[in-house]
């Protein structure tokens, strides 16, 4: 693959995003912390029955589950119920809010969120009056969204910054840097989310 034929000419890389279990230097964002970050949000407001909207293909959704259960598990939570992002979505939330007493869920991207919104609008439930959402990303339709979305910031600018700076420095052979960095996320919080009614 390409990794093999820049490893065999020694030629410098950046992997960013994800570390692909490869050798060499990358530029990450703690995953384990997002999911902590937003379910410190959510129990902070008071939140017990929670669900992850979750899209299983992803290698970033394993250890942001992980982050986020922990958190639960010190809030004394019951266990964290997982809801399958895929094309059953629609007819499979609404039910499962209500048969669990769900009062908020946390979504793997916006665009999953952003959904979530539209099929809670849909069949009238008010968001976050009966149920609060949370994203991750902070994509530009998160600010956009009704309500504006409370997401999990990707810092997408200092990502690249500290990028493209990582990469002239290798290509100069530089090695003062550590080749390997994680990059922490924060919380945006916007009208998505609040307090629990029940």
């Known amino acids: 693959g390409l990794l093999t034929q820049l490893l065999s000419r020694n030629i410098p890389y950046l ?94 991207n916006d665009e999953v969120a952003v959904d979530c919104l539209r099929i809670l609008r849909e069949a009238g439930v008010r968001v976050p009056e009966e149920i609060s959402v949370v994203g991750y990303d902070d994509s530009l339709i998160a600010a956009a969204a009704v309500p504006p979305l409370t997401t999990v910031v990707h810092p997408k600018a200092i990502m690249g910054e500290r990028a493209a700076r990582k990469i002239l420095r290798l290509i100069a052979r530089d090695h003062s840097e550590p080749p390997a960095e994680m990059l922490s996320p924060k919380l945006m919080a916007r009208a998505s989310t609040a307090a629990p009614n029940r």
């Open 15 to 108: 992997m960013i995003d994800r570390a692909y279990n490869v050798p060499g230097p990358y530029l990450v964002v703690d995953e384990y912390r997002g999911g902590q970050i937003a379910a410190e949000h959510l129990t902070g407001l008071g939140h017990r029955r929670i669900a992850m909207v979750q899209m299983a293909d992803f290698q970033e959704s394993v250890p942001r589950q992980q982050g986020f259960e922990a958190i639960l598990k010190e809030a004394s939570c019951p266990p964290l119920t997982v809801i399958p992002c895929d094309g059953e979505l629609a007819q499979t939330l609404l039910p499962r809010i209500r048969e669990e007493g769900l009062t908020a869920l946390f979504c793997f």
